[in-house]
């Protein structure tokens, strides 16, 4: 069967999983690529951690340590995300075969949840794939994912008009590298990648501002 990614817009549908890390009527979700910033999250009131690694990308499969050392650090549950490349959404047999290979080390290393999507050529969702691929996270909940974003500014209006009791975000800002020595003449990454002197991590009073504007509506 062929299958095809979508834009990278995300959009995010939970799967029956309970309500985990839900402690204010509502659950508020962050997305982290960073030990520091799962910590920040938490600190800032998160209930939940998706951990990603690619954040450039939309997101894609953390390493197994990353994981590891995160699972030491903090006390919320954390769902792990896979996807085993940027892109679209359209995966070949052998990129599925990495991708259960992925959910079965991140249930060994201590995931609270799987996050992942898969679609059709044509935009569908692809239903095979992924409950081929939830038989695999079983017993662990499963998220179904294909991004979006939460703001301060934005986060009232969505909260008011859709009911919803569970969000997203990633609620980073930039931070300087401690790098005296820079070198400019010599890039890391691409040329639109952000520079390698200065670093995304989870933002605590976002985190906290967020927090607010949530219990504030549904609390």
Known sequence: MKRQGASSERKRARKPSGKAGTTNGFL?????????????????????????????????????????????????????????????????????????????????????????????????????????LVAICRPLPVTFHRGGGITDRNLQRILEGSGATEFHCSARSARDSGMKFRNFSVAMGASLSSSEYSQKVTDVAQVRTLNAIAKNILV
């Open 28 to 132: 508020m979700e962050v997305c982290v690529d960073s030990v520091e910033s799962a910590v920040n999250a938490e600190r800032g009131g998160a209930g939940r951690i998706e951990l990603c690694s690619g954040l450039l990308e939309g997101g894609t499969t953390p390493s197994m340590g990353v994981l590891q050392v995160v699972k030491q650090c903090v006390q919320i549950p954390v769902f792990v995300m896979i996807r085993p490349r940027g892109g679209d959404f359209l995966y070949s047999d052998r990129e599925v075969e990495v991708m259960k290979a992925d959910i079965r080390l991140a249930k060994l290393y201590g995931a609270d949840g799987l996050v992942f999507g898969a679609l059709t050529e044509d935009g569908n969702i692809d239903k095979e794939l992924c409950m081929s």
